[in-house]
């Protein structure tokens, strides 16, 4: 079994990445065939997406080899994801959605009718998120559950079935 992991978060050490390792240790106790590859969004060199479409029809990201079609393998190899996003304005962070946005033909595919087709049905995955504001306002103002939100968008449209998520608040001190 082969989990992949994405810190989204800048901080190899912070809240996210900490947090990440402690969830990876523990699914990993239980899951002796379990393979973790950590990957860390912010170290990856790829460019943005340029919203040609020809992903759609090719299955394959077009733009040339990078980072984000190194990731595009990991994926479609992997049984399970952890997803981990310090919150950026109710957002994950830019570089992940930068990431995502560059996956979509190894997220879905699509129907004749432009209909989403998930590619990863039966799948799991964890959303891990880290936010500076004090609970219950992280939710009240919707820092958390935006980022969450859209990080779920994601993952459950690629067919993902979503079995945990940690929501980290008040992290200012903790850094």
């Given amino acids: 079994m082969k989990v992949l992991v994405l810190n989204g978060s800048p901080r190899k050490n912070g809240n996210v990445a900490k947090t990440l390792k402690r969830e990876t240790e523990k699914f990993q106790q239980k899951h002796d065939d379990c393979e973790i590859i950590w990957k860390d ?12 479409m020809a992903c759609r ?10 980072d984000a079609h190194k990731i595009a393998e ?80 994601v993952l459950k449209t690629a067919g993902f079935k979503i079995i945990k998520k940690i929501n980290l608040s008040n992290t200012k001190k903790s850094r």
């Fill in 57 to 66: 029809s090719s299955g394959k990201c077009v733009m040339p080899e990078d």
């Fill in 41 to 52: 969004v912010c170290d990856f060199n790829f460019g943005f997406c340029k919203g040609c």
């Fill in 74 to 153: 990991e994926l479609s190899g992997c049984s399970m994801i952890f997803v981990g996003t310090p919150v950026y304005w109710a957002n994950m962070n830019g570089k992940l959605k930068a990431l995502f946005d560059r996956l979509v033909a190894t997220f879905m595919a699509e129907s004749t009718h432009g209909i989403p087709k998930p590619l990863h049905k039966g799948k799991k995955a964890v959303i891990v998120t880290s936010c500076t504001t004090p609970f219950p306002f992280n939710y009240l103002c919707g820092q958390t559950s935006g980022a969450v939100r859209a990080v779920k968008e």
